[in-house]
């Protein structure tokens, strides 16, 4: 793998990072641009591509990149699947229908080109290059605006008939619940993930007299930072919301742990950032909810990943998929 | 793979049956002694011991195996671990502890012994000798006294880090719901099993004031069989119940395909056995609490195996895991 790279591209509602990955998950270059994601894929394709030039040309010129053969680009896209190599129906990009983005950019570029979704990518990217190294049986949350999954079976992403499995962010809390962007109602994303804590948030506003830090805030204004930020200065609504997001993430950690039984689930992402504050609830209500036979037998663990996790996690998939 | 055979041996909590089954899931000879599960299990593998050679000397006398080669033993077994070969504080069995079954009946024949649970192996059966032939992700459920199931990914039965996944019997329907035998509340199959549905009559006792043929029946009575036979009658409370357990069935199932996205979920067993009483609702409840990209992409399907699936799926675990 000497002298190889590969180009990991992860596509965000906002903006795109680029990065230039090596086998042992070394960055040599990367940039990013606006997605843009009201314009058609056409433009954005040409936009990536251009960009990718013009951080090759100017990676030979530096020499940083000069003898390097590009043996594949990855992409990590909402709604990725990577069976079909298509985006379809994502919600937070403008692009209608099923859009097929890995054929469009292998049009670019002679090189293998694999795409799935973020999560997905940061699962792959864990098992190369993080914490879940040597791991056969691992899965990956990512705790942003939803809560994405990655499941690894056998040492193998699972993307299940449809390329979308994977989706424990849309296993269902209480039907009569929260309404969810999916169009249903209670989906565990509705309760654990950074959006998920300030609705818990409010809801404790309506439901108890507790006074809070947090009440002096408006609903378009709360953000997870700041519900970890009060609850680090002894905030009671903060920690109990931390609380209840641990119970009910816990409780549908053990169901997932029921389906594939894992020897570590990882959180990753914004929220997971809080630390303590939501790995110690989380782990005990697991724990409690969890059939015997898995009891004490399951890690929850951070991301071993610091940087450039998702550009990372976009190589992974060619680095894992392509080139294993 | 011709004149070879395999020894399949489902273990239940009354009785044990034992089949020789080739390649092509003919059963060429089969018989079944009690388990005596009180006894010590070295008496029940001298049992066993004593009752496979019994067979195979017959077999030799009526030439039905004669010029075969035991190319292995399969065995399912409650709280079977594939992966240590042993059955781990079997409820039913009272087995005490971990009892290394594999080995012990390994010294006894020099040939592969391998051991998984009964749900894993009805999946395995499934897969080489059912309607799952050729499908690389499904999922089979055991709708007996409890609820059982084995999950294939990739082709392959998903054992996990402690060999004793596939338990979605005990994901958590409502975690201050029914009581369930693992000591904890709301567990799957106490609402969605043989045993459930009689439950679930008696709730619907207690909620409505239906009239039921099935009020004249005692708790210690009621079987899951009277129940679909008031049902086909037209029995409100019997139908309602049916309803319910579909309900709940199709939720978590949903939930299963969020994780694993299989091409099928086959249902089988007793409650099985009642056809589109049990099927409709679930599917039609599982189709409701799909998300988007999942609907209308998996099948709800009956088993393909109509004899003797305990023995098929114990001796697919040697074809499977050990032949191939």
């Known amino acids: 793998m000497k002298n190889h790279i590969v180009v990991g591209v992860d596509i965000g509602g906002t903006n795109t990072a680029v990065g230039f990955v090596d086998d042992a998950g070394n960055v040599g270059a990367q940039s990013s641009f606006p997605t843009n994601a009201h314009e058609p894929p056409e433009v954005f394709v040409s936009r990536l591509h251009e960009k990718i030039e013009a951080m090759r040309e100017s990676g030979r010129r530096l020499d940083s990149l000069s003898g390097f053969t590009l043996r594949g680009i990855g992409i990590g896209a909402p709604n990725g699947n990577y069976l079909r190599g298509t985006v379809e129906h994502a919600p937070n990009l403008s692009w209608k229908g099923i859009v097929p983005l890995a054929e469009m950019v292998k049009g670019r570029f002679d090189v293998p080109v694999a795409l799935t979704n973020d999560a997905n990518a940061a699962a792959l990217g864990e098992m190369k290059f993080g914490a879940a190294k040597g791991m056969r049986d691992f899965i990956v949350i990512t705790l942003g605006t939803g809560l994405g999954s990655g499941i690894v079976v056998n040492g193998e992403l699972v993307y299940g008939f449809t390329g979308f499995a994977g989706e424990i962010g849309h296993t269902i809390v209480d039907p009569s619940g929260r309404e969810c962007g999916c169009g249903r109602r209670g989906c565990l994303e509705t309760y654990?993930?950074?959006?998920?804590?300030?609705?818990?948030?409010?809801?404790?506003?309506?439901k108890t007299m507790l006074s809070s830090l947090l009440r002096a805030v408006s609903s378009?204004?709360?953000?997870?930072?700041?519900?970890?930020?009060?609850?680090?200065q002894g905030d009671k609504v903060a920690l109990a919301a931390f609380e209840q997001t641990g119970k009910i993430l816990g409780l549908k950690l053990a169901d997932a742990v029921a389906h594939t039984s894992p020897q570590a689930i990882f959180l990753f992402g914004g929220l997971a950032n809080a630390g303590d504050l939501i790995f110690e609830p989380t782990r005990r209500h697991m724990e409690a909810q969890l059939l015997n036979i898995f009891r004490n037998k399951v890690q929850l663990l951070p991301s071993g990943i610091k940087e450039n996790a998702a550009v990372l996690g976009a190589s992974a998939l060619v680095w894992k998929e392509v080139c294993d």
């Not at 654990?192 to 309506?206: K, P």
Request: glycine share 4%; with cysteine.
């Open 220 to 232: 378009r204004d709360l953000t997870a930072t700041m519900i970890a930020d009060a609850a680090k």
């Open 192 to 206: 654990a993930s950074a959006t998920g804590i300030c609705r818990t948030v409010f809801e404790l506003f309506a």
